[in-house]
């Protein structure tokens, strides 16, 4: 059933899908889902409330709806979505090995999608589907261009170690809540727990480290935008990586998710 679902979405115009997505969102608005209390309370707590920001950000998020199932069914799709001069970006440098970070800005597979064409073999860190259907579904497709998926589990984490040790290329959204043990920093100012696998990584000296992101498109949905950044860093200094790239667009930042919580004092989280 979900591959004829996702292939159906892939062949419906992109406009007409954004156009679905501010009906479902404006119906969520009007429930006050928990997806939109989520938000609304991530951005009071980072951005003062911007109530501008707190709208367009859920619109932006309801897209996300359409948008995987429309990647999934025909990955080429992620080139409708990306501004064509930016997807000609080429790594300068071959001859390290690459750690490249990202984040939660706009749709993760459009971006592994656009990363695996440019690095072949690119081991990508992802957390498993719930649905064992989906996860064997969406991970044969996110392999579809020579990519490795790399469970964010024990098990997965150290398959991992081994890759890196080996030399080869990863790329992980390092901007969750670790499942387990992670460093506590600031985001925008605000006390949260953060995964710190990319400092540990950066600290051996092996790899080139790069930022992608996205930002907000004018032709098209996203920029991509990639920066080489000194190694290693910090949680401090990926955090700040973080921040800048979400003031520039941050209506593209996935701020449905529940960042603040798991936290040290009194208040565990802000939910």
């Not at 709208?55 to 309801?62: E, V």
């Not at 695996?116 to 690119?122: A, D, M, T, V």
């Not at 498993?128 to 579809?144: D, F, G, P, V, W």
């Not at 593209?252 to 998710?257: A, H």
Request: charged fraction near 25%; proline fraction near 3%.
């Amino acid at each position: 059933m979900f591959p004829i679902l996702f292939k159906l979405i892939s062949f419906i115009p992109w406009f007409l899908l954004v156009g679905a997505s501010r009906v479902l969102a404006h119906i969520m608005i009007w429930l006050n889902s928990s997806q939109y209390k989520v938000t609304k309370s991530n951005i009071n707590h980072c951005l003062d409330g911007d109530k501008t920001i707190i709208k367009k950000s859920f619109l932006r998020t309801s897209e996300l709806l359409f948008e995987y199932p429309y990647v999934w069914g025909n990955p080429e799709n992620y080139k409708n979505l990306v501004e064509k001069d930016s997807i000609e970006y080429n790594f300068l440098d071959e001859k390290k090995p690459k750690i490249i970070f990202s984040m939660h800005m706009g749709c993760v597979d459009v971006m592994l999608f656009l990363m695996s064409e440019k690095i072949r073999g690119l081991n990508i860190v992802y957390s498993k589907a719930k649905n064992r259907q989906i996860e064997n579904l969406t991970k044969k497709i996110r392999e579809s261009k020579g990519a490795n998926m790399i469970s964010a589990d024990s098990a997965g984490i150290k398959d991992l170690y081994r890759r890196f040790f080996e030399g080869e290329n990863i790329i992980m959204a390092s901007d969750l809540v670790p499942h387990k043990k992670g460093t506590y920093s600031n985001w925008f100012g605000k006390e949260c727990l953060c995964v710190d696998l990319v400092e540990k990584l950066s600290e051996r000296g092996t790899h080139d480290l790069y930022f992608v992101y996205f930002t907000a498109g004018k032709s098209k949905k996203y920029i991509f935008n990639c920066e080489k950044i000194p190694s290693p860093m910090s949680v401090d200094q990926m955090n700040k990586c973080f921040e800048r790239a979400i003031n520039k667009s941050p209506e593209l930042y996935g701020w449905e998710y529940k960042k603040f919580r798991k936290l040290s004092g009194e208040i565990k989280n802000i939910y």
